[in-house]
């Protein structure tokens, strides 16, 4: 069946904001951290919903470092954020010819709207699923899903894009096709070893895929 329907994770695959993420763990470690982190440590936290994360950091304090993690991340958001090469006028493009976008990410609902906005993909997506939205962040099926369901298509219709293991694992176990992104902060191999449907270097090579 043709794909009719693409859902996008949000950080990493749309907008660059690893700098900005990494910057903001970093401040949190500082001051709740028993120890210092190296930069490869503080890239496995990217991806997993933030409050299981900081658990790793120190489960004890918990509430207090998403404070100051959220805090520094929307004071500083602006001065990295960016979107990808290719990536707003593919989504124009998918978007004239009437392909269903959405977005479902970890992320809380009002840094993606933050994000969106500056890199002018606001309003480009029909539904959005954040983690406010869920009781099951990815790699559970239950983001993805929902997303369908508001769109009301059939996952055999879907595509699911993302830059981490958990999108690729949850478009796998939602029963949709997948497509990692080669510039992943993580290394592309780690997605290639999950076998995604598709790995692209430029988003822009969704327009091939889908026939565009």
Do not use: C
């Amino acid at each position: 069946m043709k794909i009719n329907t693409i859902l996008f994770d949000l950080d990493g695959t749309l907008i660059d904001t690893n700098e900005l993420i990494i910057a903001s763990f970093m401040h949190t470690i500082e001051q709740y951290g028993d120890r210092d982190y190296g930069r490869d440590e503080v890239l496995d936290f990217i991806g997993p919903p933030l409050r299981d994360s900081l658990r790793k950091i120190n489960p004890d304090r918990v509430e207090e470092m998403v404070e100051t993690y959220r805090k520094h991340n929307i004071e500083n958001h602006d001065s990295y954020v960016k979107a990808y090469d290719g990536v707003v006028e593919t989504i124009r493009k998918l978007k004239e010819e009437d392909y269903r976008l959405g977005i479902v990410t970890t992320k809380m609902r009002n840094t993606v709207q933050m994000g969106l906005e500056l890199t002018d993909l606001d309003g480009l997506f029909e539904t959005v699923v954040t983690l406010d939205d869920v009781e099951h962040a990815k790699p559970h099926p239950e983001p993805i899903l929902k997303a369908l369901d508001q769109l009301g298509v059939k996952t055999s219709e879907a595509m699911m894009v993302g830059d981490n293991t958990h999108d690729i694992e949850a478009g796998k176990n939602a029963g949709t096709k997948t497509a990692g992104v080669a510039w992943t902060v993580k290394g592309r191999k780690v997605l290639d070893d999950l076998n995604p449907d598709y790995m692209l270097e430029n988003m822009r090579e969704l327009i091939e895929i889908t026939g565009g």
